[in-house]
T-cell receptor, first 112, second 114 residues
Framework: DGGITQSPKYLFRKEGQNVTLSCEQN?????MYWYRQDPGQGLRLIYY???????QKGDIAEGYSVSREKKESFPLTVTSAQKNPTAFYLC???????????FGDGTRLSIL | AQSVTQPDIHITVSEGASLELRCNYS??????LFWYVQSPGQGLQLLLK??????LVQGIKGFEAEFKRSQSSFNLRKPSVHWSDAAEYFC????????????FGKGTLLTVNP
């Protein structure tokens, strides 16, 4: 079955450490997205990519970086510059403008 | 700026009762509208969508939603709630002129009493 796979499900970060969250999709979608979810805040867009080798900042990109070297992969790095990284991170994809986004099951990041 | 408002943070209903979750948006043109559901610790699942045409749309799991342009609303309804419907529900709108990007409401948590 096609879908979006996020790994790991749980991740812990030490002070000053960068961590990378994986997102892989086999839906052949062009667009991919990263969201951050905090309790009572809904979902906020971190980065998005409409096509391979191109990506754009979302609303809360500071302290995060991404790459899009392959159509199926869109990893997110949470850098040490992100001072409040504890959150639930969701990856999504869609095949064209206005089409519904499909979501992975998320990665929960915590600080040690 | 476009925004999505879900006025109810938490709603509790009894199993078998009817349900209506409210969603209002601020946007100049007719937006693309969505309702998603999220179970604890999981991703979001699409319940239904509105792009154009019939303003009453049917979704999965017995849900429906009605687009009312005059009220800038897209409320989600279900005639009889099941205990398995307990989850968080998010309304979302595609932002005009900025391909692909969704704006989400802050969600409504639904509790179902037996």
């Amino acid at each position: 079955d096609g879908g979006i796979t996020q790994s790991p499900k749980y991740l812990f970060r030490k002070e000053g450490q960068n961590v990378t969250l994986s997102c892989e999709q086999n839906l052949n979608h062009d667009a991919m997205y990263w969201y951050r979810q905090d309790p009572g805040q809904g979902l906020r867009l971190i980065y998005y990519s409409q096509i391979v080798n191109d990506f754009q900042k979302g609303d809360i990109a500071e302290g995060y970086s991404v790459s899009r070297e392959k159509k199926e992969s869109f990893p997110l790095t949470v850098t040490s510059a992100q001072k409040n990284p504890t959150a639930f991170y969701l990856c999504a994809s869609s095949d064209s403008f206005g089409k519904p986004q499909h979501f992975g099951d998320g990665t929960r990041l915590s600080i040690l | 700026a476009q925004s999505v408002t879900q006025p109810d943070i938490h709603i509790t209903v009894s199993e078998g009762a009817s349900l209506e979750l409210r969603c209002n948006y601020s946007y100049g043109a007719t937006p693309y509208l969505f309702w998603y559901v999220q179970s604890p610790g999981q991703g979001l699942q699409l319940l239904l969508k509105y792009f154009s045409g019939d303003t009453l749309v049917q979704g999965i799991k017995g849900f429906e939603a009605e687009f009312k342009r005059s009220q800038s609303s897209f409320n989600l309804r279900k005639p009889s709630v099941h205990w398995s419907d307990a989850a968080e529900y998010f309304c979302a709108v595609v932002r005009g002129g900025s391909n692909y990007k969704l704006t989400f409401g802050k969600g409504t948590l639904l509790t179902v009493n037996p």
